[in-house]
């Protein structure tokens, strides 16, 4: 008998993600607030949940893919309470990026319970979730990180283990913090090239065969009309979205302040992802965060 799986979040990513593990033979059982995002998630083969509770009931694994660490919260530990209704022994997988302090409280409070609980924050985009070729990020326990490789490497082809709980989000905020950082040099050194006479799409290629090579230039380009499929040759709609950028920025500097780390570069790029959000008074937040192009100059 297939597993059944409770998923929660069927945004960008984790529509995608849910979809793939149907089709890996998965009964997953689906709740989103939003209508659309359910509608979507059925038509993938999963099954519509009415409630959290409803989602979970019977569920041998529970997958939250959520926008924060509130939320992530609110549904484990306090307005759903999910760890109240959970069987012990049932695996919990959050693939939400949220502060590695919120994610020790949620392990913690399913230890209680006798529920591992795995903090496995995903990178890879919206195409990588699309592809099932993300990255799963994982901290927790080692058993408990070895039950959910099963399913991880069905919606991914990358699992790393990087320690203890909350680990898993250390090491993507600074993962994040880094591509925040190629992103803006990508879109800044393009703008540079294009005021200065040179064709955006000749000095990608000769950038990548150069030493300025990086994964945003390589496989997200900012520039409109270089490469096909990335979220700014679509009016930079359907990526990652600049808000989620901000938290991930806003997660990274509040831990470089916590361990006293100097962070230099990664606050200039906060502080460029805060300006650009509400850059001439409109709001960008909901652009994919190449869109960052924008703020040098770029074309729309």
């Not at 302090?101 to 919206?126: Q, T």
Request: glycine share 12%; with cysteine; net charge negative.
């Amino acid at each position: 008998m297939a597993q059944t799986v409770a998923f929660f979040g069927l945004g960008n990513m984790g529509g995608p993600m849910a979809a793939n593990l149907v089709k890996a033979g998965y009964a997953v059982r689906a709740f989103d607030p939003v209508p659309a995002s359910v509608a979507t998630a059925v038509a993938a083969g999963c099954s519509a949940a009415e409630s959290e509770a409803a989602a979970v009931a019977g569920a041998d694994v529970v997958i939250s893919m959520l926008p924060n660490g509130e939320l992530v919260e609110a549904l484990f530990l306090d307005q759903a309470g999910l760890f109240e209704q959970l069987a012990p022994g049932t695996l919990v997988i959050d693939c939400s990026t949220i502060a590695a302090a919120s994610s020790r409280r949620v392990a913690a409070a399913g230890a209680e319970r006798g529920i591992p609980v795995v903090d496995a924050p995903v990178s890879g985009g919206v195409a990588g979730a699309q592809a099932a070729t993300l990255s799963f990020i994982c901290g927790g326990e080692a058993d408990a990180v070895a039950r959910a490789r099963p399913l991880l490497a069905h919606m991914g082809a990358n699992i790393f283990h990087a320690g203890a709980s909350g680990a898993g989000q250390i090491a993507k905020i600074c993962n994040n913090m880094l591509l925040a950082v190629h992103m803006v040099g990508t879109a800044e050194a393009l703008q540079l090239g294009v005021d200065n006479g040179l064709d955006p799409k000749t000095l990608s290629e000769i950038m990548l065969k150069s030493s300025g090579c990086n994964w945003s230039l390589e496989k997200y380009n900012p520039w409109p009309g270089i490469m096909d499929n990335v979220p700014a040759s679509r009016g930079y709609q359907g990526g990652f979205m600049v808000r989620l950028m901000q938290k991930d920025l806003g997660l990274a500097m509040a831990t470089a302040l916590a361990s006293h780390s100097s962070t230099p570069m990664g606050a200039l790029a906060q502080s460029l992802y805060q300006l650009y959000g509400e850059l001439g008074g409109e709001d960008n937040t909901g652009l994919d965060f190449s869109s960052i192009q924008r703020i040098f100059g770029g074309e729309d």
